[in-house]
């Protein structure tokens, strides 16, 4: 009545998350009608992954200008990055910003591996080149094996659903911890609903901000071998960029120090300074979480969500929680052929389960007083 938009209420009541969904719901409509913005969306991926390579491209470019002014190179670093956030700004829709982490991941692979290749290669052996080369292929191929493997998303059919309101209505159990309210599926044990995905997926462990897809009982397999062919290609290039140092720049870090070696290596060839910074990031954070990764199942026997959870229950909760003392804990040889499924050469028989149906605790373990997650 009053003549008042959405927006202007939003505005009224300064909730500034409420005006940026409105704002963002008005573009997407905008979208939607503009013709040459619905072939942009079409091709989005895309568009971001190529812009993601020629902005990594730029930033190596400009550090290694033989200009001796680093404000000349700040100012033309700031204005990529402005470039850069307007593009995806204004392209980029609310749907695919998820992807951003993942395609600098595949901006950095193909960078580190055009710097190993045009860079490194004449000074490396023939076993050196073959070893970083299979362990890029292993990279690439769990990369896509994660990306695109089903990570255990509950399917039902119609009827199924409906049956299990009723069934769980008459018991009194149609709560979140055994219904999902959007996706209208009754939840088995271990699963989440992923608001990224709006999917419940099984044995979730995590949404993958590198891979932009869910973790959980179909692809949790693949994700450690891609942590792990990451961490090793990282050391490989960090390996190959020391051995660049050593023969192409004069300076020597037992000689000269760590800020001199630091100051001459960057002068000496910008560019592989800047991928070696890039290659030591992704490392890091690969090995840690690979780290992590590994702890969690073969100690504890649990999920990242699990055990963030039991983390926050222990600080809320009065009596001790435990992260070891859980159904799904079986001791570390048992949790480790379970979740490769292998027997260890006849050691420990796996346990077969399928958490995409699995609705009722069942007790592997034989300790007693243990604390359901």
Known sequence: LKGETPLDIAYQSQNHFMVYMIQEEERMRNRRNNRLLKILEKYELFLMLASSLTFMWAIGYVMDLSSDSWLLKGGLLLSLLFGMSLFVRQLVGLKNLRYLPTVFLLSSVFWMSMTWFFWFLPDILYTQEMQLSLDMMGLLYYFYKTWSTDPGYIKTSEEERKENIIALAEAGCLDFRTFCTSCLVRKPLRSVHCLACQACVARYDQ???????????????????????????????????????????????????????????????????????????????????????????????????????????????????????????????????????????????????????????????????????
Request: charged share 10%; hydrophobic share 45%; glycine share 6%.
């Open 207 to 373: 949404h993958s901000l590198w891979t932009g897809q869910c973790i959980g009982i179909g692809n949790h397999y693949y994700y450690l071998l891609f942590l792990f062919f990451l961490m090793i290609t990282g050391v490989w290039l960090l390996y190959g960029a020391l051995q660049y140092w050593s023969i192409h720049c004069a300076a020597s870090f037992h000689q000269d120090g760590a800020w001199t070696f630091f100051t001459q290596t960057v002068s000496c060839s910008p560019w592989v300074s800047y991928i070696s910074s890039v290659a030591c990031f992704h490392t890091l954070w690969a090995s840690l979480w690979l780290t992590v990764q590994l702890y969690q199942i073969v100690f504890l026997g649990l999920t990242s969500h699990e055990r963030m959870n039991l983390l926050v229950q222990r600080k809320s909760s009065k009596h001790p929680v435990s992260l070891r003392r859980t159904p799904y804990n079986l001791g570390c040889f048992q949790n480790l052929a379970d979740f490769f499924q292998c027997s260890c050469f006849g050691m420990f028989k796996p346990n077969v389960i399928d958490w995409a149906k699995q609705y009722k605790l069942f007790h592997l373990a034989k300790e007693k007083n243990v604390h359901s997650v």
